[in-house]
């Protein structure tokens, strides 16, 4: 099982407290999160399932390579981070 924990900013705007669930990938970890909160969903993924330009998560530290079909491994006992990717200059 993997913890899912979104960032304050992201809570901001929908609730999403952190969630323990299980999935091998990326998408799966997130589905399996997003079916007990599908506003999160909508607010994290974009209407063809990838993540939005303004969103990032991270799997153990490390930044997933995969935002469209995210299929980075989620390895049991990981902890997954989603937020919201900054810019500017």
Known sequence: ???ISFTHAIQRHVACPPVTVEG???REALEAAFRANPQA???VL???GGL???M???VNGRQVKDRTRLADE???GADVYVMQALSGG
């Open 41 to 43: 969903r909508h607010y």
């Open 52 to 54: 939005r330009p303004h």
């Open 56 to 58: 990032v998560v991270f």
């Open 24 to 26: 091998r990938t990326v």
């Open 1 to 3: 099982m993997a913890t």
């Open 46 to 48: 974009d209407d063809q």
């Open 74 to 76: 989620v390895p049991p």
